[in-house]
């Protein structure tokens, strides 16, 4: 599964922006069937691009710990576009037509830089809102929707799903 022409000039301008662009993939192994379809196994890993703002290279943090060091957005992108190799397949003996499903998830603003930001947001208004419950919590979630959407931060979803095979 490779992620090639994904660091498209939006992504690249949140990365210079300071956001950090998380890759998240999962690859799906079905089991086809008449009626319902079922899920045999599924992998799933990371990857996190960001700008060190001192040094000027970005890095490129993957599942597992390793972490790489790019000169400039090129060389990210033919790291990102580095096949990535997963052991995915059907059982021993195993009957039927089978099909995998990729997923890729791209974003430029994780869940916990949402958090902060939305911590700062609140201020000492947050204290008000905590108190009220399932209001303060509606208005919460509310505010980190609007926050995206105003935002202008890439956000993008890619699946793609292979031909039926028997093993």
Known sequence: MRASDLLDANFEAALRNGFAVHYHFRL?????????D????T????AVARLDPIGNVYELLRSGGSVEEHPDTAALARALATPFTVDLLP???????????ATLEIESLSLSELDEVEQWLRGDLGRALRERGDFGNALSRGARRLLIRLSGLPRRTVEARSGRFEP
């Open 28 to 36: 799906e192994l079905w089991r086809d069937a008449r009626l319902i």
């Open 43 to 46: 992998v799933a890993w990371d």
């Open 38 to 41: 079922r899920q045999v196994g």
């Open 91 to 101: 059982r021993a003996g195993s009957t039927g037509r089978h099909y995998y499903v």
